[in-house]
């Protein structure tokens, strides 16, 4: 969440369309839809309306994957066909129009750096207030391999892959196309943005090293004549690319596609620093969050340049090859070519993979579900190596996140549900959905990847399994 080219809406089943009528009216009630506020990241959204004593109207929302709920909505309208409403909290904005057609609120949320297309349907409340189990855990494989065939079974060319690791051990559970070789632990997958996981990694056992600090200015590691943006007498540091808050925007404006399959293919060098020096920053460094690709994919390209290495062999050096993730890499090879599945846009056609020449550091990684497992096994503390120094940092440092129940770390947002807290990073491309989440007290992991950037995905499947959130229903898309 290319995934953010992509606007793909999930919409839960057994919708109830209801009839235009009053604008009041029409307004109050359940509704449900789905938002993308980073890239990859796909968010269920419940919104209740209702009507006050005072004859206005009086709202919450809840984002059903990030177990935040009641989150009070302000200055709520509903006349002539038109619903809008703020949340604070998040310094959000919805305004959208009713279509009786879809029988739905088409519009347009909108929060500091990010604008996207919302549709709400009127949902039942069952289904847009459930919450989590109390206790949960989880399931069996019959049961996650049920949960897996209704996720695909509308996908013609699309499986999915789960494994889930605790202290009992690891189990991989897969589904593949039908007719077609089946998917296992070792078939690879577009992981996207979950190769930030790894950039943070990198820039923290590079601090172990004494290589570089996390407050180091980015533009230490520039080349000679190129410029940072800088606001103030306040320069980005390498923890702000690390956790998001560096002020530099989602993607740069000079990322010109020419091909849209492909978007970052073409995007070089000179592009970056181009961009680099020209900008001019829209609010002070630190101060919010806002998920940036362009930041993530600067942090790899300044460790590289520091290493002297490129992207792909760092990581080897220093992750995957003393983790034994053999299947990890950027450039497959021949053998691993053929176990590289097909990835499918939002419609289910078949598209190709993704390129990442200059801003690898975001999304450029291929991985399996046997390889994934051995990250989380890190990251869990299940399998101590001498990256555990540099893996628990990373959750060292906590931050606010986009919304309240959720923090960033290095390279992980920590989603709270109740007394627990959910380390979590999501991925995609094009044709490529993936998702993991671990819980740093039960040592419970759970990753799941799928060929193909149709949503619901990747995401909804692992917390649901890991922590009991809501599963979305999946139909084929138009």
Do not use: C
Not at 170 to 198: C, H, L, N, Q, Y
Not at 282 to 293: K, L, P, V
Not at 369 to 392: K, R
């Amino acid at each position: 969440m290319t995934r953010w080219i992509r606007r793909g809406l999930t919409l839960l089943a057994a919708l109830i369309a209801l009839p235009a009528q009053a604008a009041t009216q029409e307004a109050v009630g359940d509704w449900i839809g789905t938002l993308e506020p980073a890239p990859g990241m796909t968010l269920r959204l419940a919104v209740h309306i209702q009507a006050s004593e005072a004859g206005g109207l009086v709202g919450t929302l809840d984002s059903l994957d990030q177990g935040a709920r009641g989150i009070p909505l302000a200055d709520i309208e509903a006349e002539g066909g038109r619903l809008a409403f703020a949340i604070p909290a998040v310094s959000g904005r919805y305004e959208g129009r009713w279509a009786e057609d879809r029988a739905a609120w088409t519009g347009e949320w909108n929060q500091p750096g990010l604008a996207t297309p919302l549709i709400l349907t009127a949902a039942p409340s069952a289904s847009a207030g459930s919450a989590r189990p109390t206790a949960w855990t989880v399931p069996d494989d019959a049961a996650i391999a049920a949960l897996v065939e209704a996720r695909i079974a509308a996908r013609p060319g699309v499986g999915m892959v789960v494994g889930v690791i605790g202290p009992d051990g690891r189990r991989v559970i897969g589904r593949g196309p039908a007719g077609e070789t089946p998917f296992d632990g070792g078939t690879i997958f577009e992981i996207g943005s979950m190769t930030k996981a790894f950039t943070a990694l990198l820039l923290a056992d590079m601090v172990r090293r004494g290589e570089v600090s996390l407050d180091d200015p980015a533009a230490r590691y520039l080349p000679g004549g190129a410029a940072m943006p800088r606001r103030g007498d306040r320069e980005i540091k390498l923890r702000d690319l690390a956790n998001h808050r560096s002020g530099l925007p989602r993607l740069p404006d000079n990322l010109a596609p020419a091909d849209m399959t492909n978007p970052y293919a073409d995007y070089d060098e000179a592009r970056l620093l181009a961009f680099l020096g020209g900008y001019e920053l829209t609010r002070d460094i630190g101060a919010q969050f806002e998920y940036s690709n362009l930041g993530a994919g600067l942090l790899g390209y300044l460790l590289v340049r520091r290493a002297g290495a490129d992207f792909e062999s760092l990581v080897r050096e220093r992750i995957t090859r003393p983790l034994g993730m053999d299947d990890t890499a950027i450039d497959l090879a021949a053998d691993q070519r053929v176990r590289l599945a097909t990835g499918h846009d939002a419609a289910l056609r078949p598209t190709g993979p993704w390129d990442f020449p200059t801003l690898a550091g975001a999304g450029a990684l291929r991985s399996s579900v046997d390889d994934m497992l051995d990250f989380l096994a890190l990251a869990t503390g299940l399998a101590p190596s001498e990256l555990t120094p540099a893996a628990n940092a990373l959750l060292a440092e906590d931050w606010q996140g986009p919304t309240p129940n959720v923090r960033t770390a290095l390279g992980w947002a920590v989603l709270t549900l109740g007394e627990r807290r959910i380390a979590l990073h999501d991925g995609g491309t094009g044709g490529h959905r993936a998702m993991m989440a671990y819980d740093p007290q039960t040592r419970q992991g759970v990753v799941v990847l799928t060929n193909a950037a149709a949503e619901p995905g990747a995401s909804d499947m692992a917390l649901h399994l890991l922590a009991g959130l809501p599963l979305a229903r999946a139909a084929a898309p138009e």
